[in-house]
């Protein structure tokens, strides 16, 4: 059974830094496609970075500007968002979100599997 566990979401000041991490298990291979995703209040959930696990290459979502890094765990499949210089504007539920197979990052339709979320408020 696929699961997806996020931690490390908490409450942090403008300016403050967040490191969530994203446990992976039940999967036979490496999923193909890694990505985080938020949801602000009210709005709809919107892509943050995503990481193709056999290059590794990543990819962001324009708001992140430098501010953020995507990593990987190459011991055990575990999904790394580290967060720096956060912005009030960043406040919402993160998930990590897995593919076995590659497609368009930004498509939430281009996901298998989701995790619970973890809270990110970022206080001005």
């Known amino acids: 059974q696929v699961q997806l566990v996020e931690s490390g979401g908490g409450s942090v000041q403008a300016g403050g830094s967040l490191r969530l991490s994203c446990a992976v298990s039940?999967?036979?291979?490496?999923?193909?496609?890694m990505s985080w995703f938020r949801q602000p209040p009210g709005k709809e959930r919107e892509g943050v970075a995503a990481v193709l696990s056999a290059y590794g290459s990543t990819f962001y979502g324009d708001f992140v500007r430098g501010r953020f890094t995507i990593s990987q765990d190459n011991a055990k499949i575990t999904l790394f968002l580290q967060m720096n210089s956060l912005k009030p504007e960043d406040t919402g539920m993160y998930y990590c979100a897995a593919a076995g197979l590659v497609g368009p990052w930004l498509r939430p339709d281009s996901y298998t599997y989701w995790g619970q979320g973890t809270q990110v408020t970022v206080s001005s």
């Open positions: 039940g999967f036979t291979t490496r999923p193909a496609l």
